[in-house]
């Protein structure tokens, strides 16, 4: 029995041994240099691999720029009467939606229109109650024409129908006091609001600018020349301190500066998260032509090694990758155009930092001629 004893223990600990120098065995065994990464480490680390291939990239001017409201998104609010600012509801800056109040007003024409309004409403409810049997068809018309133009006077001068239904609906000559309030046209930023309370405004007077920023226009200004090649439709990249946004190419104006002798390409460019806003200066990459197909990766799949050379991670079989050094011929907006591999082989386009991380980690060379 002490036999069988010893001998379970001794098998248990031959057991342990084997356990503990079977990670150096798998890495004597192992390919000089490969990094082995899990599956699930590569998910965790956000590591993708593809295949390399030929791309045809587009070559780039590039110009400053500035952002400028979207015109087709742009609204201004103004009177259609003389009137005085009674209360301001909004402040520059603020967002609106569309309908919301944004200023009250006062007339003395709106008021002698709004008493005009229920004094015919009431004369044209009394004649229909008597009838064309009662009436005239000459009174009855005249009567009803009076009260639409009453109605169509205030619509024109810049009531809604909802605020006249209301005034009708009240039937008090008291609510005909002239004041009104005007709505929003559309959804936006207050982008200016260049008057006081108190103020008397004339027709026409612009007191509140609405733009609605989740599209906008960028201005870029190029040479005579630069701009010749540039035609409506290409695609364009605008690019801030901190973002990058995709654009389009809306028009090439023909008109040249007469100062800086150069011409405005407007662009259009999504803006739905509100990063950009009018006034901002940018960089504008517009596209010019495309290069022919050629080996090129984006600058996220490169790393720098420790004598300055530049090298790809390459999957060599399933999870397990070993570097390959590279050199940039051309440098493309986020893209290098590389030489010293072949199109198929599988590259970490995503990750290769946390790669090169492991490389060093395990004290691997990361030269591969």
């Avoid at 133009?149 to 000559?173: C, F, H, P, V, W």
């Avoid at 103020?199 to 007191?207: D, N, T």
């Avoid at 600018?209 to 005579?224: F, G, H, Q, R, Y």
């Avoid at 104006?253 to 100062?259: I, V």
Wanted: one cysteine or more.
């Amino acid at each position: 029995m002490e036999h069988d004893l010893m001998s379970k223990i001794c098998q248990m600990l031959l057991m342990g041994c084997l356990i503990l120098i079977a990670p150096i065995i798998h890495a004597k065994e192992g390919d000089d240099n490969l990094i082995n990464i899990s599956p699930r480490a590569q998910r965790a680390a956000g590591i993708k691999v593809e295949p390399l291939k030929l791309k045809s990239l587009p070559v780039y001017i590039r110009s400053p720029g500035e952002v400028i409201p979207n015109t087709n998104r742009t609204s201004i609010v103004t009177p259609r009467i003389r009137a005085q600012v009674v209360k301001r509801l909004v402040q520059m800056g603020d967002f609106v939606e569309k309908g919301d109040a944004l200023v009250r007003l006062s007339s003395l024409d709106m008021a002698k229109a709004q008493a005009n309004l229920l004094l015919s409403k009431k004369e044209w409810k009394r004649v229909k109650s008597l009838g064309s049997r009662a009436v005239s068809a000459k009174r009855y018309q005249t009567v009803e024409v009076a009260y639409q133009q009453a109605y169509s006077r205030l619509l024109a001068y810049g009531m809604t129908r909802q605020q006249i239904e209301a005034l009708i609906k009240s039937n008090d000559l008291n609510n005909s006091n002239g004041d009104f309030t005007l709505l929003a046209p559309r959804s936006g930023t207050i982008f200016s609001a260049d008057f006081v309370e108190g103020q008397m405004i004339e027709p026409g007077k612009v007191l509140y600018k609405i733009v609605n920023e989740t599209s906008l226009w960028v201005d870029a200004k190029l040479s005579n020349g630069e701009s010749l090649v540039i035609k409506k439709g290409a695609r364009a990249i605008v690019k801030t301190a901190h973002d990058t946004f995709s654009s389009e190419v809306l028009r090439v104006h023909h008109k040249l500066d007469e100062t800086t002798r150069t011409r405005i390409v407007r662009l259009k460019v999504p803006n739905p998260r509100d990063k950009l806003h009018p006034g901002e200066f940018v960089t504008c990459l517009i596209e010019q032509s495309q290069l022919p197909p050629t080996l090129a990766v984006n600058e996220t799949a490169i790393v720098q090694m420790s004598d300055g050379d530049f090298a790809i991670y390459i999957e060599v079989k399933p999870n397990f990758f070993q570097a390959k050094e590279i050199k940039i011929t051309k440098n493309i907006d986020s893209w290098r155009i590389i030489k010293g591999v072949k199109p198929g082989i599988r590259i970490v386009t995503e990750g290769a930092f946390f790669v090169h991380a492991e490389s060093k980690k395990r004290g691997f060379s990361t030269h591969n001629h």
